[in-house]
């Protein structure tokens, strides 16, 4: 039973390009939330997508970030002209249901801007 | 005021004895909460959730809940060096989204 997929594990980038990065969730879950962990500091919440809908983008900073969750693949975190200031750990979690169950997390996509 | 605030610690036991962690929330909305385990470099791994009043153990692990006083804690007994590790605790009132405290470093000295 395959847990949160994200990928890639450790992405590097310059200034000024873009970053992608990729999650599946668990099977049967439909939910799906992105958080950023910056360094020695705590987990903040991004966004929260269903198929095909953006439910909560409240922590998305308002430009250069976006996110989608398709009805086929996997939810895509975007980062456009990415700054030293988005290095961080991004973490993807999933839910069977949004409200009051457990999310799950993946792995994480370290992302390093040089 | 932070929305959910835990010890920053660090925590120091030594193995076998009971390590307590506590938290609390700000936003009397809150309705889920949750307990997460973070090693260094790692992601967030869920060990327990707990939704109403009271305690809910799981094995060493008992988390309680005072929703009067805001108030979460996590009990681990017969504490292993293994647990060793940062403890973040999550409360949830919407749907979806989770609010982390900052999290409290756990050593457990052999």
């Known amino acids: 039973n395959a847990g949160v997929m994200q990928n890639p594990r450790h992405l590097v980038r310059r200034r000024g390009q873009e970053a992608r990065l990729r999650c599946s969730p668990m099977?049967?879950?439909?939910?799906v939330y992105w958080y950023r962990q910056l360094p020695e500091e705590g987990l903040k919440f991004m966004v929260y997508?269903?198929?095909?809908?953006?439910?909560?983008e409240s922590g998305m900073p308002k430009e250069r970030f976006s996110a989608e969750f398709p009805k086929e693949g996997p939810s895509i975190l975007r980062i456009q002209q990415v700054v030293r200031g988005d290095s961080a750990a991004y973490f993807c979690?999933?839910?069977?249901?949004?409200?009051?169950?457990?999310?799950?997390f993946g792995p994480g996509t370290r992302l390093t801007v040089t | 005021q932070k929305e959910v605030e835990q010890n920053s610690g660090p925590l120091s036991v030594p193995e076998g004895a009971i390590a307590s962690l506590n938290c609390t929330y700000s936003?009397?909305?809150?309705?889920?909460f949750f307990w997460y385990r973070q090693y260094s470099g790692k992601s967030p791994e869920l060990i327990m959730s707990?939704?109403?009043?009271g305690d809910k153990e799981d094995g060493r692990f008992t988390a309680q809940l005072n929703k009067a006083s805001q108030y979460v804690s996590l009990l681990i007994r017969d504490s292993q060096p293994s647990d060793s590790a940062t403890y973040l605790c999550?409360?949830?009132?919407?749907?979806?989204?989770?609010?982390f405290g900052d999290g409290t470093t756990l050593t457990v000295k052999p």
């Open positions: 999550a409360a949830r009132k919407d749907a979806g989204k989770s609010t």
């Open positions: 099977k049967g879950h439909s939910h």
């Open positions: 997508l269903q198929k095909e809908n953006i439910i909560d």
């Open positions: 979690a999933s839910s069977p249901l949004g409200d009051g169950y457990e999310q799950y």
């Open positions: 936003d009397r909305g809150s309705q889920s």
């Open positions: 707990i939704y109403s009043n």
